[in-house]
């Protein structure tokens, strides 16, 4: 005769390995994008005609490497001139530093429908 678990232990074991299983995910995924982050260099990345990420957070005094992984030429240019990479080539990248707060939207002056955000704070 076999005998079974009682049933208040097997109640408890699920939340239990339901909340490592959710500790384990957050430690692999690393921290949000959205989360401030310290001046140094950062980097978007352009592929398959969209920015990535879309929407940046980054301290004051942050440079941002822009690099086209797409096949045609793109710009990353914001909406009120504050900066622009001005045409990059495929394969090619430029850096914008980014030195007063505020949020700003930018796009592609090539294809207008290419859209981001970077939080400068």
């Avoid at 490592?20 to 978007?44: C, D, L, N």
């Avoid at 929407?55 to 900066?83: E, M, P, Q, Y």
């Amino acid at each position: 005769m076999t005998q079974r678990p009682p049933t208040l232990l097997v109640a408890l074991a699920v939340p239990i390995v339901a909340l490592i299983a959710v500790f384990a995910t957050r430690a692999i995924e690393g921290p949000s994008s959205t989360t401030a982050v310290k001046a140094g260099a950062h980097a978007i990345v352009i592929k398959n005609f969209s920015f990535h990420p879309a929407t940046l957070t980054v301290a004051k005094g942050t440079t941002i490497k822009v690099t086209n992984g797409d096949g045609t030429t793109h710009t990353l240019s914001a909406r009120n001139g504050s900066f622009s990479t001005g045409d990059l080539a495929a394969g090619k990248s430029a850096t914008i530093a980014l030195n007063k707060a505020g949020t700003f939207s930018y796009y592609c002056k090539i294809h207008n429908y290419m859209t981001g955000t970077v939080v400068v704070k």
